[in-house]
């Protein structure tokens, strides 16, 4: 079955961390692009980071760029999510997500073929 699978949400105070991961089946695991999304009770889903799997590269929002950094491991087809300096406002469900084709912005949640099912992240103050 071809899925994408997150845990490591939870709990957490302002200021503290909490890891990501997400782990893709095979087939899942996308030689393009791999992205974390997250959507807050009443909003709309919103990109957090991506990561261009072949190259590394990465891209931030910029309401996460330097507390939150995203990687891979390739040889375990495993995406992570490492969160610093956590906000009440990153209070969310958090979605890994797969994209095997270029065309269109990397923002653009329509773009990806492929989602897990979600892992709650509760930031208190």
């Known amino acids: 079955q071809v899925q994408l699978v997150e845990s490591g949400g939870g709990s957490a105070q302002a200021g503290g961390s909490l890891r990501l991961s997400c782990a893709a089946s095979?087939?899942?695991?996308?030689?393009?692009?791999m992205a974390w999304f997250r959507q807050a009770p009443g909003k709309e889903r919103e990109v957090v980071a991506v990561?261009?799997?072949?190259?590394?590269?990465?891209i931030y929002a910029d309401s996460v760029k330097g507390r939150f950094t995203i990687s891979q491991d390739n040889a375990k087809n495993t995406l992570y999510l490492q969160m610093n300096s956590l906000k009440p406002e990153d209070t969310a469900t958090y979605y890994c997500?797969?994209?095997?084709?270029?065309?269109?912005?990397?923002?653009?949640?329509?773009?990806?073929?492929?989602w897990g099912q979600g892992t709650q992240v509760t930031v208190s103050s």
């Open positions: 997500a797969s994209r095997y084709t270029s065309s269109g912005s990397w923002r653009d949640a329509m773009r990806y073929e492929l």
């Open positions: 990561i261009y799997t072949t190259s590394g590269g990465a």
């Open positions: 095979k087939g899942a695991w996308s030689r393009y692009c």
